[in-house]
Every structure is written in C-alpha cells, then in structure tokens.
C-alpha cells in the first residue's frame, strides 16, 4: 500500500509540472501546438475542428474562455510551446503523462447520475472513470494511475465505471457475475451454479459474450437495413410531395378550372342561345301580330263599307235594283273569320319551366357527383405511413368490434359477447335491419381510418366482406359481394375467389382458417391476407370509398354440418 502511495504521490507532481501544457479539447500534450488571439493554446487539429463547427455561425469561439472571434483566426504554430512539450516528452513516460493528463482534465465531482470514485475521501467524491473487476472498485483518474504503474496492478481487469459494480454482482455470494444460466437466461455468479442453478445448462461469460455480440451485430444490420428502408421511403415520400406541389396539385386545378370553364361558357352560350330564341320568336310574334292588325284593320274598312252600301241601299224603293244590287253585295267581300280569342293562349311562361326543369336537374347531377370528388381529393394523402408489412405492425391497427344483433341473419345465433356467431334452429324476432335472404350479419362499428381485423371460421363457405351501411337486406341481391354497396372474399376448402357488383374474381393463395382483413379507408385500399408471419396478401382491392364502411361476416352451411361457426377475433385488450 505505501509503495501505491509513493507512486501516487509521485505522479501528482508529475501532473501539476504538465498540467498547464495539456490541451483542454483532446486532454493530451499538445501536438503542432497553436496559441489563438486570447492567449490560450491547443492542438492545430483539435481547435480546427472546434471550429469546422462554427463554421455556419460566422463567429469562433475559444473553448476554455469562449471569446469569440470574426473571421476566423489565422493560426500560427507556437515555437515555444512546442520545444517544452518535446522536453516533456522525453522527461516522462508516455503511459504516465497520458494519464496524469487525463487525470488533471477528467476529475470531476460525482454528480446523481455518475459513479463515485471509492478511494476520495469526504464529501466531494471525484467522478469514476474506470471499474477493477479484480479490486471491485472504481476509481477517478487521479486514483487509478496505479494501476497503469504498479506490476502487479496492471494484471488487473478494468472495465468503464458505466454503472455501479454492485449491479455486476451476485446479491446473494456478493460475487461477480461469471457464469450465464442459459436454462433461466441470466447471470449468475460461480456458487449460484452449485445452488440453486445446479444442473442447468451453463456457459462462461465470455462465451456468451461472444454470442451476445454476435446478436448485437445483427441486430445493428436489421436496425440499419430498416434505416436505410425508411430513408428510402422518406426521400420517395419526399420526392411525391415535391412533384405534388410543383406538378400535379397544378395540373389537377389546371384541368378543374378548365372544365369548370367549359361547363361555365356552355351554359353561358345556351344561355345566350335562349335569349336569342326568345328575342327572335318575340320579333317574328310582334310581325305576325301587326300584319294581320292591318288585315283585320283592312276588313274592317271593307265592311265598313259595305255597310253604308247596303244601309243606302235598304233606302232605295226600286225593289227589282235592290234585288239586283243586294246578290252582288252578299258575295262579293266575303272572308274568313279571325277570332285571336278562339286559340288557346300563348306566353312565353313554358320556356320558363323548361329552364327550371334544366336547373333541378343540374342540381340533383351535382349533389350525386359531388361525394365521389370529395372522397377522390381526400384520397391524396401523403401524410400516410407505410402499409404494414408484419402481422405485429397491422395489429397497431385493430379496434373493438361487435357483431350487430339487430342485422344478423334470422337463424344465426350471437354468441360470445357477439363475437361469434353459430346456426340457430329457433329464428330472431324481426328488424328492419336483420338479413333475411342469407345467413350474415354487420358489425356495428363504421370505419373511415386504418383498421385491422381477423375472422376465424369452420364452415363450407365464409365470406369476409365489408359494406356501407344502407346495403339492401332482403333482396336476392342483398348477399355480400352481389351488389356495388359491398366487398366479400368467398373462402371455401377449395379456394378462394372475390366478389363486387356481382362480378366474381378467382383469387389464389396458401388455405387458410384464419383471415386477416386491413382497410385503409383515405387511401381507398382494401386488403385480405392468409393470417402468418410473414403475412400473405391474398387480394388487393384499389377504389374510392364513398360512405363509412362496416365489417361484415358471412356463412354457408348445411343444417346437418356440426361444429359450425364463425367469429371476429379479439386482438383488443
């Protein structure tokens, strides 16, 4: 112990002769040392690249005194301390000024989170650097000189003081850990192995070590593959919404404003169009109109007339010239009648109708067009993550669901907190909701995000299927995957096949008994997988979903077949 003392004492001197010459950034003897504009010094290396990181602020500091300085300092070599850092060197051996160094620059006070060191005494204990497995101690620089010095204390194992050694030992035999129990998996210390841990499966702990870093080292490569993977995603992602804002958002209302134009100037030219008309028909009216006023203003003259002829005539008292004069006067101006009042009524009050007709009619076009534009636009949706890959990343995405009791099939039976349903001898009460034409059933959530689910099943036939809610429920096309209102997934021993609007899709893959079903609603994306790991995607289906969709079930079945049944099953807590 003296003889550790002496060596300590020793290369404390030996630390304060070199501690002013030490550069504050490497914690080492200045190598081509430079002194800058405050006075202090430093490796040319160590202070250029303190600075190559204020390079974008404009201002260097110095490290010790933080000074700053604009431009950078033009660095010149320090002659003199250079020579005495040379003296230095040949005066003291390099493992010793290395650490007396390190020692000078290192010690600190032990904070909460670090390790103290076991040898300071009082309050202040120094910050730990360094652990002895062999001591079981840990020490701060100043106090493990020794065992970089001393022979027989450099056989010594020392490890970085990163957590307690207490941590690193047996509780129980107050030992080191030395042994890994690969029947418990853990570490334990030699007499654990001849106590409680006798007779299992045991390897040294360099050996598992090894393995340890080997795991390590693929656990690094998966970690860095997915990295890479996900910067790759990220630049393509990055790259979609960059031509999204510089290209197709442009081109998109580009073309939008276009054909709202055309719509726009085709309804301004009929428009025009019925003016013209209109303005013309009242022109060519307003003529026919004054001709015949001078016809009837013509026939009245001529009867007027005639009128005064035959008034002096009815005067005369030659009764032969009356008879005469009277034959000529009765056929002679003759004419058809003109009776305006005779014809039913003519305004222009239909083109009116006619225009408000067209009016309703637009209306009722753009109340049924616009939901399907508004689900497209929300369609692009860059913000999206990457579809799920991993059975553990879809199940992020499961959420509570429940059978609807009052939209089953008569004869199905809701069992199971209505998670499962089976064939029933004795029928459901009736509902306006309930399927009456075949056996399957909704469920009462509506989804409109990214949700996962799987069915479980033992039947002939099960249809996985999703639907919007106003699905007809007793007509013969009511059946999923009949009509445009749902999506099914016919499962059946022999294979699969998928059906939408009645048209049917032969669809192949691995049997399965268990169906993963993955929705992402915003994206228009539907998906059914073979439930594995990894997953197997079975069909894809790429729309445009226009109303919330709801989960759905469907079965086909003898009455004689036993065991039955069909569920949702809990992925949920």
Known sequence: MQLVVSKMAGTQQHQQEEQQFCCSVCLDLPKEPVTINCGHSYCRSCIEGCWDQEEGKGEYSCPQCRETFSPRPVLRRNNMLAELVEKLKKTSAPPAAAVACASLADVACAGPADIACDFCCGAGQNRATMSCLTCLASYCPAHLEPHYSVP?????????????????????????????????????????????????????????????????????????????????????LSQTEENLKQSCAQTVLMDCDKIFS??????????????????????????????????????????????????????????????????????????????????????????????????????????????????????????????????????????????????????????CNN????????????????????????????????????LE???RTLSAAVAYRDIDRTADESKFGNNDKSWSLECTADGYSFRHNNVETTVSGPRSSK???????????????????????????????????????????????????????????
């Open 152 to 236: 027989v204390l450099k056989k010594h194992q020392l490890v970085s003081a990163t957590t307690p050694l207490q941590q690193k030992m047996c509780t129980k035999h107050n030992k080191m850990f030395e042994v890994y129990c690969q029947t418990d998996q853990q570490l334990v210390c030699s007499l654990c192995t001849v106590e409680e841990h006798k007779g299992h499966k045991t390897i040294p702990v360099s050996v598992q070590k090894a393995k340890t870093e080997k795991r390590l080292v693929s656990s690094q490569k998966q970690v860095q593959q997915r990295v890479q993977q996900r910067e790759k995603e990220l630049k393509e």
């Open 262 to 415: 055309e719509l726009i100037f085709s309804m301004q030219r009929r428009r025009i169009e019925v003016k013209q008309l209109i303005s013309d028909q009242e022109k060519t009216a307003v003529a026919q109109a004054g001709q015949l006023q001078l016809q009837l203003q013509e026939e009245i003259t001529k009867l007027r007339r005639r009128h005064t002829e035959l008034e002096q005539l009815s005067n005369a008292d030659d009764y032969i010239h009356m008879i005469q004069i009277f034959e000529s006067l009765s056929t002679s101006c003759d004419s058809a009648d003109f009776s305006p009042g005779a014809a039913p009524p003519r305004s222009f009050s239909g083109v009116t109708d006619c225009v408000s007709e067209l009016r309703d009619k637009l209306e009722i076009v753009l109340r049924d067009a616009w939901p399907r534009i508004s689900a497209t636009v929300s369609y692009v949706d860059f913000s999206l993550l990457p579809t799920p890959k991993t059975r553990q990343e879809f199940l992020s995405y499961c959420c509570p669901l429940t059978l609807d009791v009052t939209s089953n099939y008569p004869y199905l039976y809701l069992i």
């Open 457 to 459: 099943w033992y039947a």
């Open 515 to 573: 169906i993963g079903v993955y929705l992402d609603y915003k994206a228009g994306i539907l998906c059914f997988y073979h439930v594995s790991e990894p997953m197997v995607l079975l069909h894809k289906v790429q729309t445009t979903f226009t109303q919330p969709l709801y989960p759905g079930l469907g079965l086909n079945y003898e009455w004689y077949d036993v065991g039955v049944f069909a569920q949702l099953v809990k992925l949920w807590k």
């Open 419 to 454: 998670l499962r349903v089976r064939p029933s001898p004795s029928p459901y009460a009736a509902h306006s909701d309930r399927f009456t034409q075949f056996p399957q059933v909704l469920c009462r959530e509506g989804l409109s995000e990214r949700h996962y689910w799987e």
